[in-house]
């Protein structure tokens, strides 16, 4: 069984994360092991979510522009209410593991969707909290996974487009 591992990026604005992924798909990283979390401005607060495996989603909400261009390079979407985030935007591989967490809870069990995605790649706890804050507040995760050195590589990408944060994880895989 492979090591889960991932990198996170926090970007202060969208254009900014838009570049990351952009610079990251330039060097040749596969788009199939990055995501992008974000937060959606909608002011309206029914939707529990919304997701998309394979076509891609028709409302972006405020930022459609950047969440249409980015949603082109990377497979799958989701639109989520998280309790205490809001509208969440996530795209790329993060979408199934949102997914399979969303599909498990109870109704209204969502509150800890977010945590329970970043953990379960790898994501320690105590860090969790602080990218739920980060989302909240407006900023953008750019989320590289894979092996150690595909990690690695994307993290020293990362790490010259200057993100306000930039960690990267691992964790052993879930004995059966």
């Known amino acids: 069984m492979d090591t889960k591992t991932a990198t996170i990026a926090v970007f202060s604005d969208h254009e900014k994360a838009e570049s990351a992924i952009r610079s990251l798909q330039n060097a040749g990283i596969d788009m199939k092991k990055l995501s992008i979390i974000g937060k959606d401005f909608h002011t309206e607060e029914h939707a529990l979510g ?26 799958g979407s989701a639109l ?23 599909e498990g809870a109870a109704l209204g069990g969502s509150a800890g969707l977010f945590g329970g ?39 020293g990408l990362l790490a010259r487009l200057a993100p306000l944060d930039l960690s990267a994880a691992s964790a052993a895989p879930a004995k059966t």
Do not use: C
């Open 50 to 75: 919304f997701y998309n495996l394979g076509d891609r989603m028709k409302v972006w909400g405020k930022l459609g522009a950047f969440w249409g261009s980015i949603g082109a390079m990377l497979f």
């Open 80 to 102: 989520l209410f998280i309790p205490v985030v809001g509208h969440v935007i996530v795209l790329g591989p993060l979408v199934s593991t949102f997914v399979e967490l969303l």
């Open 117 to 155: 995605a970043l953990f379960s790649i790898g994501i320690p706890k105590d860090s969790v909290v602080k990218y739920e804050r980060e989302v909240k507040a407006g900023r953008f995760l750019v989320v590289a996974q894979g092996s150690a050195a595909e990690v690695e590589t994307a993290r």
